[in-house]
C-alpha cells in the first residue's frame, strides 16, 4: 500500500512514520510538515539516514497531488482538516488522526473495539480516530455502560496525559522548567472531547449519558491514565465488572485486563511505544462507587497506533500488522 | 525554643530541619535517624557544612534523653511512632507527622484551618500532623460540606502525589528508571488516609460521609493534587462554591483561592518549598457535578509546613513564623 | 533599599523577586516584563496573592523613570539591554544580570570570590554579573591556575546546564517532550561564554588562557555541573588542589570544599535554591589529568544569588543577607 | 534459534526479551531472574499477556540445565557470572552482557565495528558484550586514534549515563525523588570500564593510551552521551575528523555521522530504544582541541542491542536482524 503523512513533523504524524517503516505492507511515498518543508524524512529524523524512505522530500500539503496516495493519514492540529481533506481524491482512504471529523457525516468513528464497529471501519474510505483521552476513558467504560452495570449519568473521569497530547505547536506553552515537577488539570470549563465521549456513551447506553471530564496535565513525555468513577446500578462486585469486559475483549488483541493486584492499577509506561490499552477495575470498598482504569500510550492506542489498526482493517491487512512492536520498558 | 527532629534522614525530616533552621526562634538541639547514626548533620546534608547546626550529631532515638527538647517533630515511618513517642517526657511537646496518632484519645487533630480547630491546637502538647492527601482533599472539600452544598456521599477523590510522599524507604520501590515517563493509580482497594478523611468529612456534614479516594504517583518530587467530583445539593453555581470558601478562608494566610482561568485550576508547582495551598473550584457544565482542585507541597502544607504551622500555635510564636518563604519557581 | 527588577517575568527576574521578597532590607517598588505588562504580580505570581508586593503592576521598561529606584537588577536577553541600561539615572545603581556588559568599560565584572574582586565591587555603581557557566567554571578552576598548578592552556570544560539557563524565551526550543529523556552537546562551534572564562583565566594566570568549552542541555530544571580537566604543572595529588581552593575561600560563606566521597563529585541538587558552589578536585589516577566539579543553581550563584550577593556589597549590606535560606531538597 | 536469557528482569534483561521478541528467528525458550522466579514472563511483563512467550516461567539460573539452548544471553551483575557461565554447556553459545569476561582468555570482545572485529565475532561461543560506556566512547575515538589524528595519552572523556546504566539492583540508591533534578560525577577514583577503554585504545594506536574518564549520572532512563578531548597531532580541520570516520563506518548499518549543525552534537534521544550509535566531530575554535561526541542508548548500542547484533553475526543471522526497529521520538 502506497502510503501518504499528513502532518509528519508533529508527536502524531512522527510515531505515523515509525509505524508505517516497521509496517510489512506499508511504504510512505508522500509526507507533508508545515514547519519542514523541503527537507528530507532523514534530515527531519537522523535515524532515517541512509534509509531508502529517508530520501522522501517533505512538501506543502497540496491535497488534490495525493492522487498515487492509497490511504492517506492526517494529522493535523485542531479545525484545520476540513478544508484541505475535503479535496483528496476519492481514490484515497482517508484516517484523520485529527479531531475534526468525529460524528460528522460521511465519516466513520474509528474505536476498533466497541460493538459493531470493525465491520463499519472495513468498508469506511473516510474514517475519523477516536480522540487520546476518548479512546482510553470509553474503553474502561463501554463494557459497563453496555451491561448497564453502571448509571449513566454523572460519571466522573479524571484523566492524566503526557505532554505529547497537545501538541508539538503546544511546545511553547509547556517549555521543560515549568512542565517538570508540576501538575495541574485543565477544562474545568469544558473540552472538545466531552460531545465525543458522550455520544459514544449514550449509544451504548440507549439513554442519554453525562461525564465530568477532567483532563491534567502530567509531567511525561507520552502516556494517558484515565480513572473513572460511577455510581453502580445495583449490587455489584469487582468480578462482575472483569465479567462484563472479558466478554466485550475476549478476542481483543490490544486490550489487556489487568487484577488490581496489591490495588495498583495499570501503569503508562506498560503501554509506552504500543498500541496496547490496560484496564483495571475496582468496587470501591468505602463508598460503593465503581472504578475503572485505563491505560494508554497516547500516540499509541491513543492516536497514531489506533490509525494503524484502522487503516489495516481499511485495506484488509491483518489487523494487527506493524504494531506487534512490545512496549519499551523501562 | 529548643527543637527536636525525629527522622532527620527522611524526606519529612529534612524538610522539617530546612524549615526549623530558617525559623527565627527554633533552635535545632537534637535530631535522630536510623540509617545515619553517627553522622553530623553537615555530613547527611553538604549545604550545613560550616553551619553551626551542622555539627549536631545524629543519634539512635531514646525518647527518654530528650528533656532538653522544648519540641519534638516526630517523622517516622507507619507503625513505628506509638510506642517511642509514649516514652517522651510530658514537659516535651510532641508534632507527630507520621500517621499514627491521627483520632487517637489524647491527640490533637492539627488541620489548622478546619473550623475551631486553631484554639484547640494552641493549647495541645500531643498533636498529630494531618496526612499528606487528607490536608489537600479536606482544604478543598470542607467548606462545601460544612455549607451544606455537596452530597457528603459517593465524593470521588482523586488526587495525585510526587514520590516523596512515599517516604524515603520507598525509594527502592520507585527507582527513577521505573518512575519517570511513569503514572498508575494504587490504593483502589482501600488506602489508610481514608479514615482520617471520612471521619473529619462527616464531623464537617454532621452526618456519615463516604469516599472513593483513589491516589496516584506521579512522576514528580513534590506536590499533591486532589480533584474531587460531588453531586450538588440543589442548584448551585461556581460563585456559591467560591463564596463559602471565601467564607472560610477570609483571613487565612496559608490558603489561596483561584479562579479558574482559561478553565485551569492550581499548579503544584506554585506550592513548592512553601505551606500554601491553592484551591479552584467549577460546577462542571456537561454534567452539573461539582468539582473542587486543591494543590499543595505534600512536604510543605502535607507535612512539615503544616507542623511548623501546628509548632508555632503550641509554642505561643507567630503562626506564619518560618514559614514566610516563597515556592521555588520554577 | 528600593529595587526594581527588569524583566521579571523571566526565570532570572523571577528569582529575583523571590530572593528580595525574602530579603531584610530590600523593597521591590518596580518590575517590568514585556510579555505580562498591566498584571500585578500576584497575577503572575499566585504565591504573591495577599502580599503586599503582590500589588505592584508590571510596566514597560522606561529607564527614565526609575529614578525612585536605589539599584535595579535587569534581566534582560542578551543584545537587549545595553541601551536601555545607558539611560538609566546615574544614581540608581544597576546590576546587570544578563551578558551584554561583561568586561565593557565603565561596568565592574562582579564574581565576588575572586581575588580582589569583593573591593572593586563595593565601589561599583554598574556592575556585571557573571555567566552561569563562568561561575561554575571559574570558581572550580582559580586557584589551581592562580596557583600555577595546571597548564592554562587546554583546558577542557564540559559543562552541563538545566533547561532554565536557556531563558524563559527558550521554552518553545525546550518543549518538555524534546527535552525529557534527553541530552546533548552544543556550542561545538563556539560560545558567548568562552571570552569571559578565557579572559579571566588569563588574568589569574597572567599568561594566555585558552579553552575547550563545551555546554550540553540536561533535562532539568536548575543546576549547572561543570567538569574541568586540564594537564598539571609538575607533580600534583589531590590534597594539593584542595590546599590551593582552602587558601583561596576559607573564609567565603557561600563556597563549600567536599571531598569525593566514594568517588562522587558534588550534585547540583545541593545547591538547588541558593547561593552556595560546591566543589570537588581530583588527580585522575589513570591520566594524571586534574579533574575540577563545581555544582551550583545556575539561577542562584548562576545568576540571581549572585547578583543579590553583589548588590549587597555596593549598598553597604551584610554579604549574605537574604541568601541564607537552605536549598530545597529532595 | 533457541534462546535463553539470564537475568531477564533486570533492564538489560528486559531490553533483550522485547528485542528476541521482535526477531525473525530468536525464540525465546528459557529465562531465569533471581527476584521473579517462578512468574511468568506475562506475570513480569503485562504486555506479553496472550503472547506465546508469555507462558515461560521463570527459573533460577542453572546453567546446566540449559543444553536445550542454542544462544544464551547472560545479563547479570558484575562479578556474578564467571562462576556460573563456566558450567554452561560447551554446545550453548553466550553472549555475556556483563563485565566480568571483557578481554579474557577464551572470550572474543565483541565491538563490532573494530577493525577486523566482525570475522573474530562470527568464530566466537563465547563472547564478552562491550561495556556501555565504552562502546559510546571507543566507536567516537576509534577512527581518530587509529588515523592517529590526536594524541592517545590524556584523552578527557567525559560521560553521561541515564539512570539504567547502574541497573536494576542499583535502583534503592537511584530513587526517583533523589535523582530528578540532579546531577553529578562518579569515578572520580577510578572506573570499572577505564581498562576495557584503555586497551582497546592501545590496540587501535599501536602504543599506550590513557584516558581520564569521568561518568557522571543524569535524570533520564536511558541514554549514553560521550564527550571526548584530545590534543590533536598536528594541523587538523573538521573535515579531516569527519573523513576518518567516514573511511571507518562507510557500511555500518549502526554508525551515523552527523554534522554539528549550528554547533549541536547529537541528541541522546534519536537512539533511544535501537541500536544506533551517532557521531559528531569538532576542532574546538578556542583551544584547537579536538572534540569527539557520540550518542547512543545504554540498553541499545550498549547493551542488548549490541548483544543481539553479535548473536546475529556467531549464529548466521543477518546482522541488523531484529534491529531494524526505529528509535522512540519523542
Known amino acids: 500500500m502506497r502510503i501518504g503523512?499528513?502532518?509528519?513533523?508533529?508527536?502524531?504524524?512522527?510515531?505515523?512514520?515509525?509505524l508505517c517503516i516497521g509496517h510489512p505492507?506499508?511504504?510512505?511515498?508522500?509526507?507533508?510538515?508545515?514547519?519542514?518543508?523541503?527537507?528530507?524524512?532523514?534530515?527531519?529524523?537522523p535515524a532515517l539516514a541512509g534509509h531508502a524512505t529517508g530520501k522522501l522530500v517533505i512538501e506543502s500539503f497540496a491535497p488534490e497531488k495525493v492522487d498515487h496516495v492509497d490511504l492517506l493519514f492526517a494529522s493535523l492540529p485542531t479545525g484545520k482538516s476540513s478544508e484541505p481533506l475535503s479535496r483528496v481524491p476519492a481514490r484515497t482512504k482517508?484516517?484523520?488522526?485529527?479531531?475534526?471529523?468525529?460524528y460528522v457525516d460521511g465519516w466513520t468513528y474509528g474505536l476498533t473495539e466497541l460493538p459493531g464497529q470493525r465491520e463499519r471501519i472495513a468498508k469506511a474510505t473516510r474514517l475519523a480516530n477516536p480522540g487520546c483521552y476518548p479512546a482510553a476513558s470509553l474503553l474502561a467504560l463501554a463494557p459497563l455502560v453496555r451491561e448497564g452495570l453502571i448509571e449513566p449519568q454523572g460519571i466522573a473521569i479524571d484523566a492524566k496525559s503526557g505532554v505529547t497530547g497537545t501538541g508539538r505547536g503546544g511546545a511553547s506553552d509547556f517549555g521543560y522548567a515549568e512542565t517538570n515537577e508540576d501538575l495541574f488539570a485543565y477544562g474545568l470549563a469544558g473540552h472538545t472531547h466531552v460531545p465525543e465521549i458522550?455520544?459514544?456513551?449514550?449509544?451504548?447506553?440507549?439513554?442519554?449519558?453525562?461525564?465530568?471530564?477532567?483532563?491534567?496535565?502530567?509531567?511525561?513525555?507520552?502516556?494517558?491514565?484515565?480513572?473513572?468513577?460511577?455510581?453502580?446500578r445495583g449490587s455489584l462486585d469487582t468480578a462482575r465488572l472483569y465479567a462484563a469486559a472479558e466478554k466485550a475483549y475476549r478476542n481483543e488483541p490490544f486490550v489487556k485486563l489487568v487484577p488490581a493486584e496489591k490495588g495498583r492499577g495499570p501503569h503508562t509506561k506498560w503501554a509506552s511505544g504500543s498500541n496496547l490499552v490496560f484496564i483495571s477495575y475496582a468496587v470501591n470498598p468505602?463508598?460503593?462507587?465503581?472504578?475503572?482504569?485505563?491505560?494508554?500510550?497516547?500516540?499509541?492506542?491513543?492516536a497514531a497506533g489506533q490509525a494503524i489498526q484502522n487503516a489495516n482493517l481499511m485495506t484488509g491487512q491483518k489487523e494487527t500488522?506493524?504494531?506487534e512492536g512490545l512496549p519499551l520498558w523501562p
Open 5 to 18: 503523512i499528513v502532518g509528519v513533523s508533529g508527536y502524531g504524524g512522527s510515531e505515523l512514520l515509525r
Open 25 to 45: 505492507s506499508f511504504e510512505v511515498v508522500y509526507a507533508s510538515g508545515e514547519s519542514t518543508v523541503g527537507q528530507t524524512l532523514a534530515q527531519r529524523f
Open 94 to 102: 482517508i484516517v484523520d488522526v485529527g479531531g475534526d471529523h468525529r
Open 198 to 232: 458522550q455520544r459514544t456513551l449514550s449509544d451504548l447506553a440507549g439513554t442519554k449519558a453525562t461525564v465530568a471530564f477532567t483532563p491534567h496535565l502530567v509531567p511525561m513525555t507520552r502516556g494517558i491514565l484515565s480513572t473513572c468513577y460511577a455510581r453502580p
Open 286 to 302: 468505602d463508598s460503593g462507587l465503581v472504578v475503572a482504569v485505563a491505560a494508554i500510550d497516547n500516540l499509541g492506542k491513543g
Open 321 to 323: 500488522a506493524g504494531l
